[in-house]
């Protein structure tokens, strides 16, 4: 992973790295949440393909936004950055309807915690490798990012079908 990663461009690092830490953090959050509100099998699907395809569009636009406001960045490392961000994003969300298809939603719940979390763990190894810092430590930080978002996003589904 690493050769390949030193071999993209700039724009297509920013779109990869952003699309695919968005699209673990955003689906995991809204998995976790609507399953924990609903325990519905439909509407998580209902939602990871709506957040799929609303935040992919979304996300894309703001690096494209990010990456225009740079003077330095031409308009191919633009459009290169906002759709591999786009396409990413996209990809790496829909992907977790995998386990939703195939198991049980509490089955799922755990399948796609131990996916994303692994994705994230072996993207924040390859950023701390390439930034030449502690891969530990790395990792450490953002899976902490992404289990609070787990966190609290279960705690809010319940609270919405305990209140609501």
Do not use: C
């Not at 996300?59 to 990456?67: F, K, N, P, T, V």
């Amino acid at each position: 992973m690493q050769k390949t990663m030193k071999k993209l461009k700039k724009s297509t690092k920013v779109g990869l790295s952003f699309g695919l830490t968005s699209a673990i953090i955003t689906t995991l959050g809204l998995f976790i949440g609507l399953s924990s509100a609903t325990n519905n099998k439909l509407i998580v699907i209902s939602g990871i393909i709506t957040i799929a395809v609303a935040d992919a569009f979304s996300d894309a636009l703001g690096i494209h936004l990010s990456e225009e406001s740079d003077r330095r960045n031409t308009k191919a490392h633009i459009w290169k950055a906002t759709t591999s961000t786009f396409f990413t994003k996209l990809i790496i969300a829909l992907t977790f309807l995998i386990p939703i298809l195939l198991f049980n939603l509490q089955t799922a719940i755990i399948i796609s915690i131990i996916y994303g979390l692994s994705l994230l763990s072996l993207f924040s190894y390859y950023i701390a490798k390439s930034r030449e810092d502690n891969p530990i430590r790395t990792i450490a930080e953002h899976l902490t990012i992404a289990i609070v978002v787990i966190i609290l996003t279960k705690l809010i589904g319940q609270a919405i079908a305990t209140y609501l």
